[in-house]
């Protein structure tokens, strides 16, 4: 997974606030912005406990909750730097708890799990309106939604929607493949999700150019879609649960052939860091489960300053250094040296401590890494 989509928030300055929060209204018992506004004076008084400025909770107070308009759960992931919102992110799903923290780094690796597995994908829902293949009154009406699994649910990919009497469905088939084929191409979707009328979609997919034919998956509708949420999210929710993105497989195939001859790849939280420190990382692999997730690191001002221990950062020169949870010790990293995250279960990869990198280049040098260097 790639995280470019965080580099605007780490070229600000700290300190941060980091507030995730439930912002689910469909099924709350009561008042639900009430119950919501109730979350909010928590969240802020934990913010003030950790010493936020007027301008961070003012910040966060005007954006928490402006998403009513999105039905079903969901949450917010919400980011200050100096009395101003650095970026907003909306929640496939809420928070396991909400959370505020305030400090020198984001924290931002919950909202990163929450991007992943990030399948690119297109989704077409084809309807069949009339009451028989003869019925001269009926409709063809196609949905088509482009975008990434799973922030489709709360962001909207690219649409598509079109309704076509019945007698020209054959030939503007032709014509809406196509287009669909552009969609895809646009963001190289994976796979294209196809269902609906049996008959209608059957006919589309003969006329789909033959580069995205291959790629169709058909299943059974299982209930129209809901407004406001992704297209066919209960369809792609099982289809796509527990699946990597065919880039991070390629990644972590790349990982077990180099780790297998001994070659550009690394395991261990020491080694990875070390790896780290010397802007080596390609790839850095997390198993959902591991024990390092709890530990501190120490880091220094530049992302690549980071170490297990205090010592070893200030014997490289680093003069300024604070200790910050590894998370959001290891997010800053990868952003800043422009490496990739896999969040991979340990099923499929198993790593020692739950960390592994796939390296850029095989050579991790002696001595001193030169990005450690005050």
């Known amino acids: 997974m ?80 100096h009395g101003t919102l650095a970026l907003q992110g909306e929640l496939p799903e809420p928070p396991g708890r909400d959370s505020a923290r305030f400090g020198a780094l984001p924290d931002t690796m919950p ?75 646009r963001l190289d979707a994976e796979t294209l999700v196809l269902t609906g009328d049996t008959w209608a979609r059957g006919i589309l997919t003969r006329r789909l150019p033959p580069r995205l034919r291959g790629r169709v998956t058909a299943v059974d509708a299982g209930g129209a879609p809901r407004p406001g ?40 939280l020491p080694d990875t860091v070390s790896a780290l420190q010397r802007g080596q990382v390609r790839a850095l692999f997390l198993n959902e489960r591991r024990r390092s997730a709890s530990l501190p690191l120490w880091v220094g001002p530049d992302p690549a300053q980071l170490a297990l221990t205090e010592g070893e950062l200030r014997s490289y020169g680093v003069r300024a250094v604070r200790r910050e949870q590894a998370d959001a010790a290891l997010a800053r990293a990868l952003v800043g040296t422009g490496a990739e995250l896999v969040l991979v279960p340990a099923w499929l990869l198993q790593l020692r401590g739950g960390t592994g990198a796939l390296l850029r280049y095989a050579d991790a040098g002696r001595g001193q890494p030169d990005r450690l260097r005050a």
């Open 2 to 81: 790639r995280l470019t989509f965080l580099e605007p928030l780490y070229r600000q300055p700290g300190p941060f606030a980091s507030v995730y929060v439930d912002t689910s209204r469909d099924g709350a018992v009561g008042d639900p912005d009430a119950a919501l506004a109730l979350r909010w004076r928590r969240l802020r008084d934990l913010l003030v406990t950790e010493g936020a400025d007027d301008g961070a909770i003012t910040a966060v107070a005007g954006t928490v909750g402006c998403d009513a308009e999105i039905p079903g759960t969901h949450g917010q992931a919400l980011f200050t730097a």
């Open 111 to 185: 909202l990163i799990a929450q991007h992943a597995p990030e399948i690119p994908y297109l989704a077409v829902y084809v309807h069949y309106t009339g009451r028989h293949f003869l019925d001269a009154d009926a409709t063809v009406h196609v949905e088509s939604e482009a975008g990434w699994w799973p922030l489709t649910k709360v962001t909207p990919g690219e649409r598509l929607d079109e309704r076509i009497p019945i007698a020209d469905w054959p030939r503007a088939a032709a014509r809406l493949g196509r287009r669909l084929a552009g969609q895809a191409d």
């Open 229 to 268: 949420r992704g297209l066919l999210e209960h369809l792609l929710d099982r289809l796509f649960r527990g699946r990597l993105a065919a880039h991070d497989q390629a990644l972590v195939g790349a990982f077990l052939t180099q780790r297998a001859h001994g070659g550009a790849a690394t395991e261990g």
